[in-house]
């Protein structure tokens, strides 16, 4: 994933961009970087790793140095971005949250269109911004070449351009990902979270529509292009990505959480003791499962977070484990002897959750039961990347459907009746995770709870990674 901010103001911007980019730092966790204009000096770029250390710390004896009224930053979960174009659109600064799944198909076609090369990252991949700069180029306008850009990447892409005269908005195709549109007295932003702005005085004035291309400036936004009608806006913003005081699509991250532990408490009998939630999405829905089913909320493990912060996860699969392990410290006195009830926002390998299990069975614990708060993720996202998982097959869902199909070669339409949470193969499976993690019961949300406690019709919403239903590319 990723999350980026931008500012057009009369004053000075730098400070406002640096903490509406550094309000993103929980959806990143390998790259930040800013980028700022000024008629005086120019286009001035700065980009950091940030796997060992916060965006803030990174940035914060620079931006002393920095000075200009137009800036746009990313936390970046992969590539090095914005990036510094100059071409015959003039010179600009571009940063993108997205995925591009026809990557080679849109090479070649800017390779047949005079582009003569593209810089490889490690591994020989090439920057997916790079090649929606490049996309863009192919136009004679930067409008035009964003709308270029909707039309043909496959998965999603979503992009802030800044030239010397304001900042292109453009979301993504379908919606897939948010941009909302705020001001106040001298300045227009344009951001992810739209919490990311409470604290630097904007209000909010729009969210983009899926497809829907705008320009800010100090003291005006322009719609240059109108929305699509059909959106597909992810689910998962709400269940995981999203911070708890962002809204999107005017529904609040904390609130919708809240509502998902109501829906899992009324259908459930579960006798527990204490219900808890894992750390940090996991804790919303707790609350709304305890405050429904009048059992005690407690916590009886706590997330280290002076220098474990929520977005610190590496990319490789064994330290990603023992860094889970290393964040949580037990309570040992709310565990021991106790029945706990545990709600996560997910389960996608159970490597995690499964540990947790244990290491509170060690710790005394005489029941867990788990409660994920959204349906058993049956497929990989295609248009997002939310899960880190390499191959469908390190899905738990996929795991347990191998052992009891007695094959790894599973078509989509048994796939889809697993996911059917009325089937008996449903059923099947959901008790195979149990077994493989030793959870004392398991019963996932199911995707109706899900959709309503976000509120928006089931059609605007994607839910590719628990049914499968894909969209017309």
């Given at each position: ?233 992810c689910s998962f913003l709400w ?73 610190f996860m590496p990319q490789n ?52 039961h788990v409660r994920p708060a ?100």
């Open positions: 994933m990723g999350g980026f901010f931008g500012v057009a103001a009369k004053k000075d911007c730098v400070l406002d961009l640096y903490f509406g980019v550094d309000y993103h730092s929980h959806l990143g966790t390998r790259r930040g970087g800013l980028a700022i204009y000024d008629r005086e000096n120019g286009f001035q770029r700065s980009i950091h790793n940030i796997e060992n250390s916060p965006f803030r710390t990174k940035f914060e004896r620079e931006i002393d140095t920095y000075h200009g009224n137009i800036g746009i930053g990313c936390i970046s979960d992969s590539e090095a971005q914005p990036l510094l174009v100059n071409s015959h659109l003039g010179s600009f600064a571009i940063t993108t949250v997205g995925r591009i799944n026809n990557i080679n198909e849109l090479r070649d076609i800017c390779f047949a269109h005079g582009t003569t090369h593209f810089l490889e990252m490690s591994g020989g991949e090439i920057n997916p911004t790079e090649l929606v700069a490049a996309l863009i180029n192919q136009k004679s306008t930067i409008e035009d070449g964003l709308a270029y850009v909707q039309e043909v990447v496959r998965g999603s892409m979503s992009v802030l351009l800044m030239t010397e005269d304001g900042i292109y908005c453009s979301r993504d195709k379908y919606g897939r990902t948010p941009i909302v549109i705020a001001r106040k007295e001298d300045a227009y932003c344009a951001t992810f979270e739209s919490s990311a702005y409470l604290n630097l005085g904007y209000s909010h004035v729009k969210d983009l529509g899926p497809g829907e291309i705008v320009l800010i400036t100090d003291d005006y936004y322009r719609v240059l292009k109108g929305m699509n009608e059909k959106m597909k806006v269940v995981y990505y999203g911070y708890p005081t962002s809204d999107y699509e005017g529904k609040n991250v904390e609130v919708m959480r809240n509502n998902c532990g109501k829906y899992l408490a009324q259908r459930d009998h579960a006798k527990v003791d204490i219900v808890a939630g894992v750390p940090d999405s996991g804790l919303a829905h707790a609350i709304g499962y305890a405050n429904e089913s009048k059992q005690t909320y407690a916590r009886p493990f706590i997330k280290y977070t002076p220098t474990w912060p929520r977005s699969q064994i330290e990603r484990n023992l860094i889970a392990r290393m964040k949580l410290i037990p309570v040992e006195e709310l565990i021991k002897g106790q029945r706990l009830l545990l709600i996560d926002d997910s389960i996608v390998r159970g490597t995690q959750l499964g540990e947790t299990t244990d290491f509170l069975y060690r710790s005394g614990a005489k029941e867990v959204c349906p058993p993720i049956m497929f990989g996202c295609k248009y997002l990347n939310f899960s880190r998982t390499s191959s469908e097959m390190d899905l738990i869902t996929r795991k347990a459907i191998a052992d009891l199909e007695h094959t790894k070669e599973i078509d989509t339409k048994t796939l889809k009746e697993y996911a059917d949470p009325d089937s008996d193969k449903y059923k099947k499976m959901v008790e195979e995770i149990r077994k493989r993690l030793h959870f004392t019961s398991l019963d996932f949300a199911r995707l109706d709870e899900l959709v309503s406690s976000i509120g928006l019709d089931k059609c605007k919403l994607c839910t590719y990674c628990w049914n499968g239903e894909e969209d017309d590319e």
